[in-house]
């Protein structure tokens, strides 16, 4: 079976900085990525990483400059690192994976979410 499990989420201040962490198994995957929903709105794309030796990466534009996703080489394994926080950032952060798509709109499998608040 596919698992797609992400974790680190955390309360912060803003300002601070926070690490996630997600793993996916059962299949080989193209890429990997992180989107994250607020209270009261969509789903927002926020960074994707292609599984190959360029790692190319896409970044939504709310968290650019701020956020960087990277991965672990051989592993299916990738991070998102949050610097500069803010309380707008406060959402449930959630994993994908994707088999054959590099998107803003891949996701063929999801992790549980993981919450981050922001605190001011």
């Known amino acids: 079976q596919v698992h797609v499990v992400e974790s680190g989420g955390d309360l912060v201040q803003a300002g601070g900085s926070l690490r996630l962490s997600c793993v996916a198994s059962g299949r080989t995957f193209y890429a990997m990525g992180w989107f994250r929903q607020a209270p009261g709105k969509e789903r927002e794309f926020v960074a994707g990483i292609q599984l190959g030796l360029n790692s190319m990466r896409l970044y939504g534009d709310s968290v650019k400059g701020r956020f960087t996703i990277s991965r672990v080489y051989t592993k299916n394994t990738v991070f998102l690192q949050m610097n500069s926080l803010k309380p707008e950032d406060t959402a449930v952060y959630y994993c994908?994976?994707?088999?054959?798509?590099?998107?803003?709109?891949?996701?063929?499998?999801w992790g549980q979410g993981t919450q981050v608040t922001i605190s001011s």
């Open positions: 994908a994976a994707d088999r054959s798509s590099f998107t803003a709109t891949m996701g063929d499998y």
